[in-house]
């Protein structure tokens, strides 16, 4: 029986940008009614990922920052945190500067980055976040740092993944979630250890976990579940370690899932 479900947002449970369907959102508060927790699972801060909670009026925890960071889904507090070093954070930026890639990262859910650009217009504009822009952030305080986000142009990802990786020091690792987004985060912590974190502090088992994703940032809860799931518009990589392939995100795949094996 599934007592949890881990939901991806962006090109998961909602196409960007939108709400979450009538459907999806149906399906999440009849599972709910039926004891099953539902646990948001982003690449996003804790206000960033505030309108889809609200909108499903949630009170889990939340993995954050692609598992960084586990916040209290009622207050926001910190329930569990992974941050990088300074070090990693500068090695991050170095690759960055060398292929000229933007790169940013948080400081609780503000965002921070050193020069003003298209892609920061289009990114505050969307996830309407707090944000500082510091020529001088390197110089900073980057102690809270729980990861780096760098933008490229989407058909340059493979390219940039292996010359950028080639850069960074071993005790990190890049993952993908939008269109040109490398997710640059520690290895001994992502989606999968918040989960079973979560799962832990709820008392729940494994086997009554499930996730659902799209993007290699989502590979390994899909892995740790006991029922993982990857959307049809995920990756080819992502959908050959599930154990279901559901419809697209457009689709509302996540209905699809909680109707047909939760509802049932």
């Not at 099953?36 to 990922?49: D, L, Y």
């Not at 154990?243 to 697209?248: C, G, M, Q, T, Y």
């Amino acid at each position: 029986m599934i007592r949890l479900i881990a939901l991806d947002i962006d090109d998961t449970l909602v196409i960007s940008g939108k709400p979450v369907s009538e459907r999806n959102a149906e399906a999440i508060r009849k599972a709910r009614k039926q004891g099953v927790k539902i646990v948001i699972a982003t690449g996003r801060g804790f206000a960033g990922s505030a309108p889809i909670r609200e909108q499903l009026q949630l009170n889990e925890p939340v993995i954050n920052y692609g598992g960084a960071l586990v916040s209290d889904g009622v207050s926001g507090r910190a329930l569990y945190t992974h941050y990088l070093t300074e070090a990693e954070v500068r090695a991050c930026f170095c690759a960055a500067d060398t292929y000229g890639l933007h790169a940013q990262i948080y400081d609780g859910d503000a965002v921070i980055f050193r020069a003003w650009n298209k892609f920061t217009e289009a990114y505050t504009n969307i996830m309407h976040l707090p944000y500082r822009v510091d020529p001088d952030l390197l110089n900073g305080d980057l102690t809270t740092t729980p990861k780096v986000l760098m933008y490229t142009d989407p058909a340059r990802v493979p390219e940039m993944i292996e010359k950028v990786g080639a850069m960074l020091p071993d005790s990190l690792h890049i993952l993908t979630s939008k269109p040109g987004f490398l997710e640059i985060g520690s290895k001994t912590t992502d989606k999968a250890t918040a989960l079973s974190w979560i799962a832990n502090y709820l008392g729940i088992t494994r086997e009554e976990v499930a996730a659902i994703g799209d993007n290699t940032l989502d590979q390994t809860m899909i892995e740790w579940a006991g029922v993982g799931c990857c959307v049809a518009n995920g990756g080819d990589g992502v959908k050959a370690v599930s154990d279901r392939i559901l419809p697209s995100c457009a689709d509302d795949g996540v209905a699809y899932y909680i109707e047909t094996e939760v509802l049932a």
